[in-house]
């Protein structure tokens, strides 16, 4: 069996492969779970669902049962990108992103939308510094630059960046982007959970031990929220459960939440019933796209290596 040396130990190619596709395809379904309730408070989603754990569409959005976000679109516009162009290009990015704005997405956050009408009108690729770009939409769209990076951690700080700083540019935001990278690619690694909870503990301004409930679009709630799901669940499907109902920006952290935990847990463990959810275009071309990320990934290391 083929097995890939760019860590410090091998890492079968089929489990790197069924992780890349699980952190995308874990993406979507964080978000398309997370978004019936968005804006709603943990009170709120026990008195109407109990526990929220099925893909039932609605929300403020309206949307069909299954049906993906901005979280989830904003990424596949990126990871085409970078897949068309055999690398990462902000120009490329940019122009992809301008596109998807253009098509009238049904659901675009604030700061993003302001910063790709920025680079429509002005063609700069670098918005400016800004205490407004502390929110969570950079963060989550990080899943095509991680998986592209993967053995390439010379990409990943200056890749990250570059997307990041496009919308939202604020330090926080950078660190969060580049934690989650580092997140994904110690998965794909089969580093488990004690390498990435170092890594989390790396960033004491996402502390989230204690955890205080809080997971609104503030970036070092939304990472909070994340973090504390992750480390004090065993499956993705608690995982996800877990911070979906914690309400407030619930697609997002759904979507980042589902993006680590897939990476972690791989694409064998989404449950079916979400999976069976997903748009069924949407759902092959994620598949497809992770695999081709992580082949660029491993294309432009210069550590990696095939083992026989």
């Given amino acids: ?93 940019a122009e992809s992103l301008a596109n998807w704005l253009i098509g009238k997405p049904v659901d675009v956050g604030s700061t993003c939308s302001q910063g790709i009408s920025r680079y429509l009108i002005k063609r700069t690729l670098e918005a400016p510094k800004s205490d407004w770009h502390a929110g969570n ?20 700080g200056r890749w990250s960046l570059e997307q990041a700083r496009f919308t939202h540019n604020h330090p926080l935001s950078d660190d969060a982007c580049l934690m989650i990278g580092q997140l994904v ?45 992750f480390f004090d669940t065993d499956t993705f499907e608690d995982c996800i459960v877990t911070t979906v109902n914690l309400g407030q920006d619930a697609d997002t ?23 069976g959810k997903l748009d069924p275009k949407i759902r092959e071309e994620l598949s497809l796209l992770a695999e081709k990320l992580l082949a660029l990934g491993l294309s432009n290391s210069k550590i990696f290596q095939v083992l026989d």
């Avoid at 039932?56 to 989830?72: C, N």
């Avoid at 939409?137 to 990943?156: H, K």
Wanted: aromatic share 8%.
């Fill in 185 to 229: 690619h110690a998965a794909l690694a089969g580093q488990g959970k004690v390498g990435m909870y170092k890594i989390a503990r790396s960033y004491p301004e996402f502390a989230f031990e204690p955890f205080n409930g809080k997971a609104g679009g503030y970036i070092v709630e939304t990472m909070a929220a994340v973090l504390s799901s």
């Fill in 137 to 156: 939409g950079a963060a989550m769209r990080m899943g095509p630059v991680a998986l592209a990076s993967f053995c390439a951690p010379e990409n990943l």
């Fill in 253 to 275: 952290t759904g979507a980042i939440a589902g993006l680590i935990a897939g990476a972690h847990y791989d694409v064998n463990s989404i449950p079916r019933r979400w999976l």
């Fill in 1 to 93: 069996m083929c097995a890939l040396k760019c860590t410090d130990s091998p890492v079968a190619y089929p489990a790197a492969r069924d992780k890349a596709r699980g952190a995308l395809l874990g993406l979507a379904v964080g978000d398309a779970l997370g978004a019936t309730v968005e804006f709603m408070s943990p009170d709120e989603i026990r008195s109407r669902y109990g526990i929220h754990d099925k893909m039932t569409g609605g929300g403020w959005l309206y949307l069909r049962p299954g049906q993906v976000t901005d979280d989830t679109e904003m990424s596949i516009a990126i990871a085409r990108a970078i897949v068309d162009r055999g690398t990462f290009d902000i120009a490329a990015v």
